[in-house]
């Protein structure tokens, strides 16, 4: 049986893994370069939990801390390289993969948020937003159940612009009525 894809052995994984890590921002979990690498059916969660340690092993990456790796120098000059054998549609997926991760974290070091316990039972949900400048808002709700505390904590990670924006607008047409 023929196989399709482009992906066929384990120097092609190894390529895409140098190429995918060439452009992330930060240093990411074997499980993260997994998902940005799977932009071909012949690519396997095995092939790259394979790969990663032979890339550690000759320089290629180096795991920073537990289970988050970033490229070396020796990493960038292969890349350089080599990146022009991974097949142009396997690139450019992964290259937009790569792209959305980077927008996301970037996003995400402006948000916080944190879920306590007080003594009556209830969850304190705190929510922050941040940009270059400092803290743009920091809010604190309640919860009554820890679901419901985590369910918050979610909306507002995937809402967060929303919400400033919303309590600025309610907060400056009550200033101008």
Same mark, same amino acid.
């Given at each position: 049986m023929e196989r399709r894809g482009f992906i066929h052995d384990i120097l092609d &994984? @190894? =390529?895409?893994i140098l190429y995918v890590m060439s452009l992330v921002?930060?240093?990411v979990s074997a499980q993260t370069i997994y998902e940005l690498c799977y932009q071909d059916e012949c690519l396997s969660y095995f092939d790259v939990q394979e790969a990663i340690p032979q890339l550690v092993r000759s320089g290629h990456l180096v795991e920073e801390s537990f289970d988050r790796? &970033? =490229?070396?120098?020796k990493g960038r000059e292969t890349v350089d390289i080599t990146q022009d054998s991974v097949a142009f549609p396997v690139k450019e997926r992964a290259k937009q993969a790569v792209e959305s991760h980077n927008r996301k974290a970037k996003r995400d070091q402006f948000l916080r948020t944190e879920i306590v316990q007080r003594e %009556?039972?209830?969850? +304190?949900v705190h929510l922050g937003l941040s940009d270059f400048q400092g803290t743009l808002m920091e809010l604190e709700l309640t919860a009554p159940t820890l679901p419901q505390a *985590?369910?918050?904590? *979610?909306a507002y *990670? @995937? %809402?967060a612009e929303i919400v400033y924006q919303s309590v600025m607008v309610a907060l400056l047409e009550? +200033?101008?009525g």
């Open positions: &994984v @190894k =390529i895409l921002e930060e240093p790796y &970033v =490229i070396t120098d %009556n039972g209830e969850y +304190a *985590r369910k918050l904590e *979610r *990670r @995937k %809402n009550e +200033a101008e």
